[in-house]
């Protein structure tokens, strides 16, 4: 079995931590080192959950601290629906580990400019640390094997306004500057958590009898948001965008159909801050820049998640 290696760039609250949880339990995944961006929480403690959450699998994966705001906008968290440490009822989180360093742009920047088209990324928050790279060194795009997004909203409603994805949203420029790079993305939209993607209370409790550190911890830190998706977004059950797009990262058949599409990110208009424009019906002509996921195998991404939380 051939070992594909993953960088993944994280903004750590509650699903985000299940994302971490599931690439470093996947058999033919190296995880080589973990990015942490502001987003969900500050910086110091999207730190700290993305370190516990490595701790969690026994790992020793280097996690690099990078943007602790956007390139030009005041800074945003979603402590209103991951909780006041994003990590649900668990708290604050002390992991035994400290930051392999502050320097997440440069280490972005090294790793895959020493193994180009060999290291896949996944992103998970906002894209501001890829974009600080591109910016230094615009030949990342090719040296990216290729990336997946968690963010945006393939021309359907959004989270956090009505037209946008709290990722997207939180630094719309810094998106713009990645879906126009060339660099090789899928963008997997918060839509694919939604409805009958999301565990049932009778799926959760199945998780919760697997009776593992990593079951009970995938739960535990979730308290908090699924009672806000519940409360604020309608679902009937835990919606987990970040491992959604994590199970599509470690097996493509989980996106069942995906196609091009000329994609931009709205910038300057308050009403659209952040929406992902997606030229579906290729009506502007431009050439496509991203390669968009429509539908996912439902059952297939549940079964991804539970095998690696046992």
Not at 29 to 50: C, K
Not at 195 to 201: H, K, N, T
Request: hydrophobic share 45%.
């Amino acid at each position: 079995m051939t070992t594909r290696h993953f960088i993944i760039d994280t903004d750590t609250a509650s699903d985000d931590a299940v994302a971490i949880v599931m690439a470093l339990q996947w058999p033919d995944v190296e995880v080589d080192a973990i990015t942490v961006v502001y987003g969900n929480m500050p910086l110091e403690i999207a730190s700290a959950n993305a370190r516990y959450s490595v701790e969690i699998c026994g790992k020793e994966t280097p996690v690099y601290e990078g943007c602790a705001r956007p390139l030009l906008r005041s800074v945003a968290h979603a402590d209103w629906f991951h909780g006041p440490e994003g990590m649900g009822k668990l708290g604050r989180l002390h992991p035994k580990r400290l930051a392999a360093g502050q320097n997440a742009v440069e280490e972005l920047i090294r790793r895959f400019g020493a193994a180009p088209g060999e290291i896949t990324l996944v992103t998970l928050g906002p894209l501001t640390n890829i974009a600080a790279a591109l910016i230094v060194e615009p030949r990342l795009a090719e040296w990216v094997k290729e990336c997946y997004i968690m963010g945006g909203a393939a021309n359907c409603v959004g989270n956090v306004t009505p037209a946008a994805e709290f990722n997207i949203w939180c630094d719309p420029e810094a998106a713009r500057i990645v879906f126009h790079s060339g660099m090789k993305c899928l963008m997997v939209g918060w839509e694919h958590c939604r409805f009958d993607s999301a565990l049932s209370f009778e799926e959760m409790e199945t998780i919760r009898s697997l009776d593992t550190e990593r079951a009970h911890f995938a739960l535990d830190c979730n308290s908090y948001a699924l009672e806000a998706g519940m409360t604020i977004q309608g679902a009937t059950g835990l919606m987990l965008p970040d491992p959604v797009t994590m199970a599509i990262a470690l097996d493509n058949r989980v996106c069942t159909r995906r196609s091009w599409h000329y994609v931009d990110v709205a910038c300057a208009e308050e009403l659209t801050r952040g929406m992902t424009v997606v030229d579906e019906l290729n009506v502007t002509g431009h050439k496509p820049n991203i390669e968009v996921c429509w539908e996912i195998d439902k059952p297939l991404w549940k079964e991804i998640l539970a095998q690696t939380l046992r």
